[in-house]
């Protein structure tokens, strides 16, 4: 049984008495052609051997495709497996991302909420001096006897 690793030897040993090397062909090319590692030779290839009996041979041949579906299936639940776990991590390591970016998010609002609480009390004291700086103005005005009663009217009824 002739490999195809075998048939590459030949053709590579015949060859390499012929090869002239042209300008566009590169070195890395060449020694890729010669460093090349062939894979194992599989198991299901070349494996049939026919037998006289029609029968056994549908029988043998039944038995090999099953073989080779069933070799088939596992490789590719193995490569789904593969690729299931790879997007699992993914998945872990953006979530680990965002679990992340929103407790630095927490941290820098209450590390705000303080500033921005006293603000919040800064500004409502200045506007409680504002209202008693106003009252005080306006408590000092002098009004006239015409204006009075008006003026009692307008604060008695903005004071309910």
Same mark, same amino acid.
């Given at each position: 049984?002739?490999?195809?690793?075998?048939?590459?030897?030949?053709?590579?040993?015949?060859?390499?008495?012929?090869?002239?090397?042209?300008?566009?062909?590169?070195?890395?090319?060449?020694?890729?052609?010669?460093?090349?590692?062939?894979?194992?030779?599989?198991?299901?290839?070349?494996?049939?051997?026919?037998?006289?009996?029609?029968?056994?041979?549908?029988?043998?041949?039944?038995?090999?495709?099953?073989?080779? +579906?069933?070799?088939?299936?596992?490789?590719?639940?193995?490569?789904?497996?593969?690729?299931?776990?790879?997007?699992?991590?993914?998945?872990?390591?953006?979530?680990?991302?965002?679990?992340?970016?929103?407790?630095?998010?927490?941290?820098?609002?209450?590390?705000?909420?303080?500033?921005?609480?006293?603000?919040?009390?800064?500004?409502? +004291?200045?506007?409680?001096?504002?209202?008693?700086?106003?009252?005080?103005?306006?408590?000092?005005?002098?009004?006239?006897?015409?204006?009075?009663?008006?003026?009692?009217?307008?604060?008695?009824?903005?004071?309910?």
């Amino acid at each position: 049984m002739v490999t195809r690793h075998d048939l590459f030897c030949s053709f590579s040993a015949s060859a390499n008495t012929t090869i002239v090397r042209s300008f566009t062909t590169t070195s890395h090319h060449n020694n890729h052609l010669q460093n090349h590692k062939f894979l194992d030779s599989n198991t299901f290839l070349e494996s049939w051997q026919p037998s006289k009996d029609p029968k056994e041979a549908e029988a043998k041949l039944a038995m090999l495709r099953r073989d080779y +579906g069933k070799e088939t299936l596992r490789v590719a639940n193995k490569e789904r497996k593969k690729l299931k776990a790879k997007t699992a991590q993914i998945r872990a390591q953006e979530r680990k991302i965002a679990q992340q970016e929103f407790r630095e998010t927490l941290l820098k609002e209450r590390a705000e909420k303080p500033e921005n609480w006293r603000m919040k009390v800064k500004k409502h +004291g200045e506007v409680m001096v504002e209202k008693k700086e106003l009252l005080h103005r306006q408590s000092s005005m002098w009004i006239d006897e015409a204006n009075l009663k008006a003026q009692i009217l307008e604060s008695i009824v903005s004071f309910h």
